[in-house]
């Protein structure tokens, strides 16, 4: 038994010593000298932290951070409401509480604790009519509802998205009725023609409800097709001027280590990198998957689900972004873009995730 429990965690962490490997040689390739030792210096404290978050987490129970998800919860929304009062605003967005030595972005931890909640609250919620089922809607529905408020006002359009992502990751270990989603569909429908409405023929309404900051980043996901982007521009440069094992001639791309961190890496590092990218993610993707069909407990699949939707939509959303296929909405890509809260958050997530048990 303990032998399969190595092999399966061999299997886990080469393709994220692969993905870490690629972040860590970009953040060394910068090409802004002064930046150069921030970057990769404190990519390397991250993963260094990641590392030592999964050994933390592996002499405890996942049932010990379900016991307690509730108050890491509520703690992480009150964060969210203190960061609208103190926080630092960075790139037109208030998110983030700025120390001497690095910052920290509630929104991002807020990923793991509504999993961690949502996941506890849900699997205890009795299933067999209408009305419990729809008791169980609306309590996942409010509990993501409330920091998807304080976020829209920070605002992070791309953190709302992810949240809701989680909870339908539980919802779909639920196993509501069909009839709930025909409901949720159009529920949905008539929130997007109402939406599209004011966007087309009220905007002055539409800025007055959801303020100019988010009108603003709203309306470059909904025109990105007609968009003149600087930013993606000079990332399609990067891309279409490199070589399969050899990088481009030294394009500057705006925002590369984070947004545009798969462009940088082509840049850099060839198509090769890329590639190898794409084998890592199919490898965890698949890991996760396997995982989730092989745990029984119901609240564990939930966790599970939850976070490969999210996971599974930030690769998707990133490399979409970076070859101009989908809006850019400022979602890093796990395990390879700059960030410390991002990549802390994506170890909690293995960290549980590797502790599970076909229970």
Known sequence: MKKKLIKDK??????????????????????????????FLKQTIWFSLGFFVIFVFGLLKPKFFFSYAKYI?????????????????????????????????????MKFSLALYLSEVLSKEKRGNMKQEFKGIIKVFILTFIPSLFVFLEPDTGAII????????????????????????????????????LYYFKQDLLVDLIGTSFFYRVDRILTFVYQDSFQLDRALIS???????????????????????????ISNLGIISFIFILISFFWLNFYFLVKLFQTKSK????????????FIFAQIENIGMNLGLLPIIGIPLPFVSYGGTNI??????????????KI
């Open 73 to 109: 919860y509520f703690i992480n929304v009150l964060l969210l409401i203190l960061v609208l009062f103190w926080g630092t605003t960075i790139n037109g967005s208030r998110a983030w509480f700025t120390f001497p030595f690095f910052s920290f972005q509630p929104s991002e931890l």
């Open 10 to 39: 061999i299997l886990l962490f080469i393709p994220i010593f692969l993905l870490a490997g690629i972040s860590l040689i970009n953040m060394m390739l910068i090409k802004d000298s002064d930046a150069y030792e921030s970057y």
């Open 299 to 310: 609240k564990y699949r939930m966790f599970i689900a939850s976070f490969l939707l999210m």
């Open 344 to 357: 802390i958050v994506y170890f909690m997530f293995l960290g549980i995730l590797i502790n599970l048990k």
């Open 239 to 265: 891309i279409g001027t490199a070589h399969f094992f050899t990088g481009s001639s030294g394009v500057y791309i705006p925002e590369a280590p984070t947004d545009f961190i798969v462009a940088l890496s």
């Open 162 to 197: 992810i949240y809701f992502l989680i909870m339908l990751g539980t919802i779909l270990v639920y196993h509501i009725r069909f009839r709930w989603y025909v409901f949720l569909g159009i529920g949905l429908i008539l929130f997007l023609g109402v939406f599209c409405y």
